[in-house]
């Protein structure tokens, strides 16, 4: 409730908007900077546009599916698409909105009336956008094909350096896909009946969401408790998250996703991710513009919205947002690294008011290290779970070197203590030699084992937090059989492949 | 309930009876097996970042605290074990603040006699000229913070050279590294976000220093000294207390309680960050007169140095880098330029 005294001891500033020098200032953003409602309204919808404007990244015509949470951020970035979009707006947006909503009430124990009545508002609340809406239940995780996991690699408009002519090539596409419909529709009716999900699944004009299957609840829930560490189970579901909206989002052929994070999100993001292990990521976890999917590329419009804006804003012009649980919520500072960044960042900006900005400032520094990707080895050297490139094909002198020794030296003493300690490359990092335990290779239960080797570096700490992963829904266990069948592959011919780093993996 | 615990066997082993969980990985080895893996993991650390060159004179920053007193025993043995050939030697600095060096420098000193290393103690004395009690007597108690920071960044690297040393190594654990990763992370300091994981740093102008410990947990050294019964001085950390690196040290601690690996893992972060190359990075040159890393003409040190014998303290202290021009030409100052800095205000 900090917004509203905040917003209560303004109304008496006494003094006038800096920008247009007359009408009295409502707020402050910033220190020095006080703005009156009309030229807060200015400044707030000019950021929104000149951020898209900015980055080129969105085309006319394009389906945009705008990821909603119910929070005060994804429901003001919302009204933003909303008000952008209509007629009288100078600068006028041009792309077909959409939006998604995944329902994780069944992780923070609720009933189904509960999930349904939480719906339910969030329906009222997005009355007005008349924008389809994508409701999707976290138990759809369990449907998925296993092609969700593959990044597609990008259509030629993403790289195209001219703006111009990866727009006319987006219209071209486009075109051409209308043509193909009949032949699309087939295709699409296949991809239903795999996965469950729906299209058309527009709950907007107030038919009803259905309840899953109890035995998809169940099964969810055993994924979730299997995660020994809240830490794990918040990454897990990130990560499930993810895939369901990018599969939402490849069935109803958005090609953007826009997500909500503010910048002060990001910033505890930025710090939790350090804290994770995802160093390399940073840029892609946090950035604008984040294409590890290839066909369909995240946007985070919102990044450079204090949190404290955006709460003036909605407070201001009646944006609502509609509290809805998640695992998230309600947990103490210490139970996860994610909580514990959120409340050592919350700390350190009352000590020093810049940190938020500095942390992201410093984010903007930074840059994804981009190896070459193509056509073979794009699925292979990616993470199994969050998509990324590995980050684990590091020399011997690394962090993840380093411990694989540790965890090597402290489990079984090597037989032969001639040379203790040349783990060539291969060896420390097939993790099959490092750790190996009786229990995963006779059996045909996937075991963290089998999973590691597939992972990035972070991905590796939460799996290694959980107890079994064969709770993981299929499309993850059958993509991961795929892979590891490809890898040992690999293994066999090793010595008969010419180009090393070439095409194969 | 004591006697109903079972007695726990060595995860390594297999034989011997448990003895400590290690805080790095949770294994649970006993005394033999932990000291191997300890050992074992710093030589792993050595080879593979090619820290040594065989011949090498190798100083060893020892201030009679923990990590300084297990790094020194621990090279000494891995010199012998895998036959490195360098010559290694403990380098100790002595402020010459009376009472205060007294006890770690008689640590060190028996560490000497117990590793059979030899030991050179450099004073400020010889360094510089001034020891920490005079520069006090000079400049008062409110501004001396400046030059113990200054100076004792500098004393090992001088100390070194006088010594003809080829390379310092420093007792920074995996703690230490991952802590100074969230501070410049924190403090949007890319430089330095940049260069604080690497293992090795400053091979230009000055001497270059390595940190073999960078992957050994600070639990672990504690751990590893106490069954070794290594004799150590526990001093508090003496650097001035900077609020940042408190606050990043408080939550790297609250990290490990959950997870334990998150030291690692902020390393592992810290290894793979990537900045992009139109960030610009400061130019880092070589102070003219002493041969130590700075971004100025003359090194934050000398220019206190030339202050101090000049008689002028509070040149250094503040922005006086108009001025480092004149220093470096042995020119006058101009009255008004002297009246500024003589003027000591405490
Ligand atoms: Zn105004
Ligand atoms: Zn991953
Ligand atoms: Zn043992
Ligand atoms: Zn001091
Ligand atoms: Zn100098």
Redesign the pocket.
């Known amino acids: 409730m900090k917004g509203i005294t905040d917003l209560l001891s303004i109304r008496r500033l006494g003094r006038s908007c800096m920008k247009c020098k007359e009408a009295p200032a409502v707020l402050v953003i910033r220190v020095g900077d006080a703005f009156c409602k009309s030229c807060f309204k200015d400044y707030f919808v000019h950021k929104f546009r000149a951020m898209l404007g900015k980055n080129r990244v969105v085309y006319p015509g394009e389906k945009v599916l705008l990821a909603y949470s119910g929070g005060p951020s994804s429901s003001a970035m919302i009204q933003q698409v909303q008000e952008g979009l209509s007629r009288d707006a100078p600068k006028k947006l041009r792309f077909i909105p959409g939006i998604v909503f995944v329902d994780e009430g069944a992780l923070c124990g609720q009933s189904w009336e509960q999930r349904e009545q939480n719906v339910s508002e969030m329906q009222q609340a997005l009355q007005k956008t008349s924008f389809p809406i994508h409701i999707v239940p976290l138990e759809q995780v369990f449907l998925l094909p296993r092609s969700v996991l593959q990044s597609s690699l990008p259509g030629n408009a993403q790289h195209a350096e001219n703006y111009k002519q990866a727009v006319n090539s987006f219209l071209g596409q486009q075109r051409a896909h209308q043509e193909n419909e009949l032949s699309g529709i087939a295709d699409e009716l296949a991809q239903l009946r795999i996965t469950g999900y729906e299209c058309d699944n527009n709950l907007a004009n107030g038919s009803s969401y259905s309840c899953p299957p109890a035995e998809l609840t169940s099964a969810l829930m055993e994924i979730f408790n299997s995660a020994r560490t809240l830490t794990a189970k918040l990454e897990l579901l990130q990560s499930l998250r993810s895939h369901l909206i990018l599969h939402v989002a490849r069935t109803c052929g958005y090609s953007k996703v826009m997500s909500g994070e503010s910048c002060s999100r990001l910033a505890v993001r930025l710090l939790a991710n350090i804290s994770l292990g995802r160093g390399a990521f940073l840029p892609l976890d946090t950035g604008f513009s984040d294409d590890r999917y290839g066909d369909v590329v995240i946007v985070r419009p919102m990044r450079e919205y204090s949190a404290k804006e955006v709460s003036f804003y909605n407070r201001l012009f009646g944006v609502h947002s509609v509290f809805i649980p998640t695992m998230e919520t309600k947990a103490p500072d210490n139970s996860s690294i994610q909580h514990l960044s959120e409340a050592f960042l919350t700390k350190l900006q009352a000590d020093f008011p810049s940190t938020v900005s500095t942390v992201y400032r410093t984010s903007e520094k930074l840059n994804i290290s981009r190896k070459e990707i193509t056509d073979e080895n794009v699925q292979q050297e990616r993470c199994l779970i969050c998509m990324c490139n590995l980050d684990t094909r590091v020399g011997e002198a690394s962090a993840f070197c380093a411990t694989q020794v540790s965890q090597h030296l402290s489990q079984r003493r090597p037989k032969n203590n001639a040379e203790p300690t040349r783990h060539s490359e291969k060896q420390c990092c097939n993790s099959g030699q490092c750790c190996e335990s009786a229990a995963s290779c006779s059996s045909s239960v996937p075991g963290t084992q089998d999973f590691l080797p597939l992972l990035c570096y972070s991905c590796r700490v939460t799996v290694k937090d959980v107890t079994f992963v064969s709770s993981f829904p299929p499309y993850i266990l059958k993509e991961a059989e795929h892979r590891s069948r490809r890898l040992e592959m690999r293994r066999e011919i090793q010595e008969f492949l010419l180009d090393e780093g070439g095409g194969n993996m | 309930m004591r006697s109903a615990r079972m007695p726990v066997k060595c995860s390594s082993c297999d034989a011997q009876r448990a003895a400590l969980r290690r805080p790095k990985t949770g294994h649970s080895v006993c005394k033999e097996c932990f000291f191997h893996a300890f050992e074992e993991e710093v030589h792993h650390t050595i080879v593979s970042a090619k820290l040594f060159q065989p011949g090498e004179k190798v100083g060893i920053g020892a201030s009679g605290g923990k990590d300084s007193t297990v790094l020194a025993h621990v090279l000494k043995v891995l010199n012998e074990r895998y036959h490195y050939g360098l010559e290694l030697i403990l380098i100790s600095v002595d402020e010459g603040i009376s009472g205060y060096r007294d006890d770690s420098l008689e640590t060190v000193k028996r560490n000497q006699q117990q590793y059979e290393l030899p030991l050179k103690i450099v004073s400020y004395q010889e360094l510089y000229g001034w020891t920490m009690d005079q520069i006090v007597k000079t400049v008062g108690l409110k501004n001396n913070c400046t030059f113990c920071g200054v100076f004792r960044r ?1 004393a090992l690297d001088r100390g070194a050279m006088m010594l003809g040393v080829n390379k310092i190594c420093t007792g920074h654990n995996a703690d230490d590294i991952a802590e100074t990763v969230l501070m410049n992370f924190l403090r949007g300091d890319i430089a330095r976000l940049r260069r604080c994981t690497a293992i090795t740093t400053g091979s230009e102008g000055a001497i270059p220093r390595c940190k073999p410990l960078k992957y050994a947990y600070e639990k672990e050294i504690v751990l590893y000294a106490y069954f070794k019964k290594l004799d150590y001085f526990s001093t508090e950390c003496i650097y001035s207390p900077n609020a940042y690196r408190g606050h990043a040290r408080a939550f790297l601690k609250d990290l490990e309680a959950l997870r334990p690996s998150a030291i690692m893992d902020i390393i592992h972060s810290g290894e793979n960050l990537s900045v992009k190359e139109d960030v610009r990075m400061p130019v880092q040159g ?7 890393i ?1 971004s100025q003409g ?6 206190l ?1 030339e202050g101090l014998n000049r008689g002028l303290p509070k040149l250094g202290i503040g922005k006086h880098h108009k001025l480092h021009h004149k220093l470096l030409a042995q020119e006058p100052l101009s009255e008004a330029e002297t009246r500024k800095l003589k003027v000591v205000d405490f």
């Open positions: 500098q070589t102070c003219t007169r002493c041969g130590y700075s003359l090194c934050k040190a000398c220019v140095l």
